[in-house]
């Protein structure tokens, strides 16, 4: 059973840092690519940050400079290490393979800037 836990949001000032994390099980890790996606109110679901299997990683132009993804193979977690928060970051965090696990979503995380 494919299972994917978010956790590390929060309430955060503007400037501030968090680092989120992804569990991954169930499912072949080190030979996939990852990604965090967020969802804001009333918004469509949108890719924040992916990272390949060699560790190659690519960033939505919102986020670049601020945000890093990581990962752990052999903990199979998937990171994301956001610096300088802005209120436009609030959001529910996600993560899923690309392609993603079809309709196999964790709970995610809510991160929430206030300014």
């Known amino acids: 059973q494919v299972q994917l836990v978010e956790s590390g949001g929060g309430l955060v000032q503007t400037g501030g840092s968090l680092r989120l994390s992804c569990a991954v099980s169930g499912v072949l890790f080190g030979v996939n690519t990852w990604a965090w996606y967020r969802q804001a109110p009333g918004k469509e679901r949108e890719l924040v940050a992916k990272?390949?299997?060699?560790?190659?990683?690519d960033y939505a132009d919102s986020v670049k400079g601020r945000f890093t993804i990581s990962r752990d193979n052999r903990q199979k977690i998937v990171y994301l290490q956001m610096n300088i928060l802005k209120p436009e970051d609030t959001a529910v965090y996600y993560c899923?393979?690309?392609?993603?696990?079809?309709?196999?979503w964790g709970q995610g995380t809510q991160v929430t800037v206030s300014s």
């Open positions: 899923n393979r690309i392609p993603s696990l079809g309709t196999t």
């Open positions: 990272i390949g299997p060699s560790g190659s990683t």
